[in-house]
């Protein structure tokens, strides 16, 4: 963990990252970002980690793999 200190942006983070927040949250999560460096930075990093998980999830896992993947993160 970083350490910035708000408890706020340990709770949205993942939320929003998952993209379940709602409109407003979403905004809260943003202004949040805007006044909270380290958060911005974690975010950004947890961002681009995903979107390269998403990448190898979808172009280099046979079907059969992902689901076990799915079904061992779910238990
Ligand atoms: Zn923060």
């Known amino acids: ?5 708000c408890n706020d942006c340990e709770e ?5 990252l998952d993209g379940v927040l709602t409109d407003e949250q979403v905004r809260e999560a943003k202004g949040h970002l805007e006044r909270c460096p380290p ?3 974690r975010f950004r990093f947890e961002l681009h980690l995903r979107h390269f ?4 999830v979808d172009e280099d896992m046979p079907p059969g793999l992902r ?3 799915s079904s061992l993160r779910s238990t």
């Open 67 to 69: 689901q076990k993947l």
């Open 39 to 41: 958060c911005d930075k």
């Open 53 to 56: 998980v998403r990448v190898a």
């Open 1 to 5: 963990m970083m350490g910035c200190g």
């Open 12 to 16: 949205m983070m993942q939320p929003y």
